[in-house]
């Protein structure tokens, strides 16, 4: 007879592994909700070229929120995500021009200096939309808010 006590259960459920989704698995479901219109609709992303089978880089753009420099704009990013996605958080990059502390003078985003980046949780990770949507949020910071923005229709490359 063998005897397993309590325990031993609770130790045996802790060393279990988790269930790891594979990067492209999680990648398609994110196109199937972009493509289906399921994001929220102040963004938009899909695949930035038809012929990427890794599902690596997506062309994305944030509609500017009220009340900011962008307001009503039509901002444009790549995003990129690597070989550790989703466990890593994507890259990010604007297209057009933008006044965000967040961003350099070459549009790309310091992830220390964006929320939804910098606390990326490898357990339980984010996704495109949810960076988008923490971006749309930095224009709508106080001192965000304030500053001045490029001319409608600049881009950095």
Same mark, same amino acid.
């Given at each position: ?10 130790t ?32 938009s992303m ?18 500017? $929120? ?7 704009r039509? &901002? @444009?990013?790549?995003?990129?995500? /690597?070989?550790?996605? +989703? %466990?890593?958080? $994507? ?8 006044? &965000? @502390?967040?961003?350099?003078?070459? /549009?790309?985003?310091? +992830? %220390? ?20 949507q ?24």
């Amino acid at each position: 007879r063998i005897e397993i006590q309590i325990e031993d259960l609770t130790t045996m459920a802790a060393q279990q592994e988790k269930i790891v989704v594979p990067r492209n698995f999680y990648l398609l479901d994110e196109l199937e909700r972009a493509e289906k219109g399921k994001t929220h609709m102040t963004i938009s992303m899909g695949l930035a070229r038809g012929d990427d089978v890794t599902l690596s880089d997506w062309q994305c753009t944030i509609l500017g $929120p009220d009340g900011t420099g962008v307001e009503n704009r039509i &901002l @444009s990013l790549l995003v990129s995500c /690597g070989p550790d996605y +989703p %466990r890593e958080p $994507p890259s990010v990059c604007f297209q057009s021009r933008v006044n &965000l @502390s967040c961003v350099d003078n070459k /549009g790309q985003v310091d +992830p %220390r200096k964006v929320n939804v980046l910098r606390l990326w949780n490898r357990e339980q990770p984010g996704n495109i939309e949810s960076v988008l949507q923490g971006l749309r949020k930095e224009f709508m910071a106080p001192a965000e808010k304030k500053k001045q923005q490029p001319a409608d229709g600049q881009t950095y490359f």
